[in-house]
């Protein structure tokens, strides 16, 4: 690799991070969560935001939502709030949400970034973000295979998420780059159900959702 390859800066990226209200927010998690399904929805996010705003490459973290209980604690962290258009749908806030952060910092690329991975490590994801600077448009397959946990556009690049139920095969179709690197499971360990979050304790999650999954009996329960 030439010297100036080598020493050419990294893209930086604006993070667009999706939540939806709190009230509707982790329903496949009702039977487990019960009265902490909400408190376990607000910690997954907090987790998963904490980490991105510690990667480096991430210059800026977007979080649309129009519910002002995680408004309120995610920009105590550190993000950017953007108001959600209420019942727009997921693609339509993630599109709004990138937009901002093309006005913002238009030399920087855009990403969406799922706000269920609480085992999220600021290291796995630079270098999925490094990964995702060789490709127009990339994207990293949850861990099932089958949805998207982060799809990205480098600058000029038409911001066009597809996610919900089959994203993986969506983005595919697209033509974005699938980025399956080695070792970046804690980017592709969304939670959704209680085997995910299983999954995603076993990996090691922030202390935010290791908190709430002790008030859990079914995440404690003997094996
Ligand atoms: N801002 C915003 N976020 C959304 C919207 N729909 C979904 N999301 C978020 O996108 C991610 C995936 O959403 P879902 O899997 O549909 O919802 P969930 O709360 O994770 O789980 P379920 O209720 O079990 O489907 C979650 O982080 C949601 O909070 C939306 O319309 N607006
Ligand atoms: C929205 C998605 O995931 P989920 O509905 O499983 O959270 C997706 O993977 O595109």
Same mark, same amino acid.
């Given at each position: 690799?030439?010297?100036?390859?080598?020493?050419? !800066?990294?893209?930086?990226?604006?993070?667009? /991070?999706?939540?939806?209200?709190l009230a509707?927010?982790?329903?496949?998690?009702?039977?487990?969560?019960g009265?902490?399904?909400?408190?376990?929805?607000?910690? #997954?996010?907090?987790?998963? /935001?904490?980490?991105?705003?510690?990667?480096? +490459?991430?210059?800026? /973290?977007? /979080?649309?939502?129009d519910?002002?209980? *995680?408004?309120?604690?995610?920009?105590?962290?550190?993000?950017?709030?953007?108001?959600?258009? !209420?019942?727009?749908?997921?693609?339509p806030?993630?599109?709004?949400?990138?937009?901002?952060?093309?006005?913002?910092?238009?030399?920087?690329?855009?990403?969406?970034?799922?706000?269920?991975l *609480?085992?999220?490590?600021?290291?796995?994801?630079?270098? #999925?973000?490094?990964?995702?600077?060789?490709a127009?448009?990339?994207? &990293?397959?949850?861990?099932?295979?089958?949805?998207?946990?982060?799809?990205?556009?480098?600058? +000029? #690049?038409?911001?066009?998420?597809?996610?919900?139920?089959?994203?993986?095969?969506?983005?595919?179709?697209?033509?974005?780059?699938?980025?399956?690197? +080695?070792?970046?499971?804690?980017?592709?360990?969304? &939670?959704?159900?209680?085997?995910?979050?299983?999954?995603?304790?076993?990996?090691?999650?922030? !202390?935010?959702?290791?908190?709430?999954?002790?008030?859990?009996?079914?995440?404690?329960?003997?094996?």
């Amino acid at each position: 690799m030439s010297t100036a390859a080598r020493s050419a !800066p990294h893209l930086q990226w604006s993070l667009v /991070v999706p939540v939806k209200v709190l009230a509707r927010a982790k329903t496949r998690m009702s039977a487990a969560a019960g009265p902490h399904r909400r408190d376990l929805a607000l910690a #997954v996010a907090a987790d998963t /935001v904490a980490a991105a705003l510690r990667c480096d +490459g991430v210059r800026d /973290v977007i /979080v649309v939502t129009d519910d002002p209980l *995680p408004a309120a604690e995610l920009a105590a962290l550190g993000a950017r709030i953007v108001p959600d258009e !209420p019942d727009a749908g997921l693609n339509p806030a993630l599109v709004h949400g990138a937009g901002r952060g093309r006005e913002l910092f238009p030399d920087a690329g855009v990403g969406a970034l799922s706000a269920d991975l *609480p085992a999220l490590r600021p290291d796995e994801l630079a270098r #999925v973000l490094r990964a995702a600077e060789k490709a127009p448009e990339a994207f &990293v397959p949850d861990a099932a295979g089958i949805g998207t946990t982060l799809y990205t556009a480098r600058p +000029g #690049v038409p911001f066009s998420p597809a996610f919900g139920g089959d994203s993986r095969a969506a983005h595919r179709a697209r033509g974005a780059k699938e980025l399956l690197l +080695g070792d970046i499971d804690s980017v592709r360990r969304d &939670v959704d159900t209680p085997d995910d979050l299983r999954a995603a304790l076993a990996l090691g999650t922030g !202390p935010r959702t290791a908190a709430v999954a002790a008030r859990l009996p079914a995440m404690n329960a003997p094996a």
